[in-house]
């Protein structure tokens, strides 16, 4: 995904876009969001009903819910039609695979009492509503445990390829319980780390970040060796005797909708 800033009506396409072709390499590339969606696995609820993985993508996390959970009713939901064609292709149709928007969820009012989201709603451009349609697709009582990132995400390849824009352009911490309280839920417990993964290469770095479906060069852009080089040589200068380091600032949410 190109991280820079697109016009609002272009930006969803492009989302879809990217994450339908990341699609087939995400699992195997996609190791920091699977670290990351264990601590919010850890914090899930002992029983529910009905449940959506919001932002599903290859359905990995979909299917553990379904064997957590096995009484209920499973909804993967994502924007990206070929990332639900991969996960029903592997996990099959004891899932619902749904296309849809966070932002305008396809359900009626208090259809879940348990939501699941790892690493989603960062792609979101209008955060508000989409705690607005959390709060109005929960039942009364039910949970939304999430994760997302926040500013500082991405710092060392932003810095590598002195491009300030390839920064998520995510909301902070105090614009997401903002955000919370203006839809009505309560926010019940946050926690915000930073979490750093380490890469042997530069090549190794930008093939996790292609791979889950972000990508730092512009728009049908060609890289110059010598900007190649560069990149390299800054990101070298950063290097960690554990690796070239990618640092992921993370928020989880525990959130509820009043009984």
């Known amino acids: 995904m190109h991280l820079t800033t697109m016009p609002a009506p272009n930006w969803q396409a492009k989302v879809a876009h990217a994450f339908s072709r990341a699609a087939p390499r995400y699992d195997a590339l996609a ?5 990351i969606g264990e601590t919010l696995w850890s914090s899930l609820p002992p029983s529910a009903d009905n449940i959506l993985d919001l932002g599903c993508g290859t359905g990995v996390w979909t299917q553990r819910l379904a064997t957590q959970f096995p009484q209920a009713h499973v909804t993967g939901l994502d924007i990206a039609p070929g990332m639900l064609t991969h996960a029903q292709a592997r996990y099959g149709n004891h899932i619902r695979w749904q296309q849809g928007d966070a932002a305008a969820l396809p359900f009626e009012r208090s259809t879940f009492d348990l939501v699941f989201s790892n690493l989603a709603i960062q792609w979101c451009r209008d955060i508000d509503t989409v705690m607005r349609e959390l709060q109005r697709a929960l039942t009364p009582g039910g949970q939304v445990h999430l994760t997302t990132l926040l500013p500082g995400t991405l710092a060392e390849v ?10 998520l352009q995510t909301p902070n911490a105090l614009a997401l319980e903002r955000a919370v309280a203006l839809s009505g839920l309560t926010l019940v417990d946050h926690i915000t780390e930073w979490r750093r993964f380490y890469y042997p290469d530069l090549n190794a770095v930008m093939a996790s970040i292609k791979g889950v479906g972000a990508q730092v060069a512009r728009p049908k852009a060609r890289l110059t060796r010598r900007e190649l080089a560069a990149a390299r040589e800054r990101f070298e200068a950063l290097r960690e005797p554990q690796g070239l380091p990618v640092s992921y600032h993370c928020i989880t949410l525990h959130l509820e909708k009043s009984p």
Not at 158 to 167: C, I, N, S, Y
């Open 31 to 35: 190791s920091a969001q699977r670290q």
């Open 158 to 167: 932003a810095t590598a390829w002195q491009r300030p824009e390839a920064l």
